[in-house]
């Protein structure tokens, strides 16, 4: 009797003994496959943070290079500006004191002018002084007669004399005014003329620095592919959106954290916390 007990006790301590270590075996499994699991998921989870982080990272270079190349344009474009107002005012100082030479001229050449009527006026006043003179004498011998005609002809050649030189005076006169005329006008034009061209130059590089200014950031697009899901930064920001509602419009940051293994987005817009499905 004895010896049948030990024989039913044996395959029934065996069975569960088996089934235990069954069941340990499987509960191990169970767990190795739920950490592999786990680990895979956070591993996916580090890769998208360190995909978004690469993606801001680079965005932040791309601005930053953007800034530094407008910066350096907007640097020689002042520079530009600088040298050629130099310039201008070099070549305007120039044209003012070719005027101002021209202007000098003009008062010596009337200075000369007037002296030269001065002379003419005291020949006149000679050749009355004569004219009066003869008139007042009363020539009785013929000698005398004879002489008259003489100081006639000379009185005749001295007023022919100062006339000519008056006429002469007159016409120096004109032609240095029509010169000063002309001088002033060439002067003029040139002054407008580089003026003109500074002011050329002066739009296009305000035209070129205003188009550096308005260089666009390269822009980044975001897609996010795990498993059956892929989906784009643009669908997470518009679903972050949606949830946080009228107050988007006064948020200044925004950040996304995505969770694929739990289907999950969770998000911080400034101070406030959130979540929304894939």
Not at 259 to 274: L, M, N, Q, R, S
Request: proline fraction near 2%; charged fraction near 45%; hydrophobic fraction near 35%.
């Amino acid at each position: 009797m004895i010896e049948s007990k030990d024989t039913q006790v044996r395959p029934t301590a065996t069975i569960k003994s088996i089934v235990k270590a069954a069941v340990i075996e499987q509960s191990e499994k169970a767990a190795a496959l739920a950490k592999e699991e786990k680990a895979k998921q956070e591993e996916a989870g580090i890769k998208v943070i360190k995909l978004e982080k690469g993606a801001v990272k680079k965005a932040k270079e791309a601005k930053a290079s953007v800034s530094k190349k407008a910066a350096e344009e907007d640097k020689k474009i002042k520079e530009k500006a600088a040298k050629v107002e130099k310039e201008t005012k070099k070549k305007v100082a120039k044209a003012k004191k070719e005027a101002s030479e021209v202007k000098k001229d003009v008062v010596k050449n009337a200075t000369s002018a007037k002296k030269e009527e001065k002379k003419i006026a005291e020949a006149k006043d000679e050749v009355k002084e004569k004219a009066t003179a003869v008139k007042t004498e009363a020539p009785k011998t013929e000698a005398s007669k004879k002489e008259t005609p003489k100081k006639e002809a000379s009185k005749k050649v001295a007023s022919k004399k100062a006339v000519n030189t008056k006429k002469e005076v007159v016409k120096k006169i004109s032609d240095i005014k029509q010169e000063t005329v002309k001088k002033a006008k060439e002067v003029k034009k040139e002054v407008a003329k580089k003026a003109e061209s500074v002011k050329d130059t002066v739009v296009k590089d305000t035209a070129a620095k205003d188009t550096a200014a308005k260089t666009k950031e390269p822009e980044v697009k975001l897609v996010l592919q795990y498993r059956d899901y892929d989906i784009e930064q643009s669908v997470l920001y518009n679903k972050a959106r949606a949830v946080i509602g009228d107050k988007f419009e006064s948020v200044k940051n925004l950040n996304l954290y995505v969770k694929p293994e739990e289907g999950k987005v969770y998000f911080v817009a400034d101070e406030e916390t959130g979540s929304f499905d894939l």
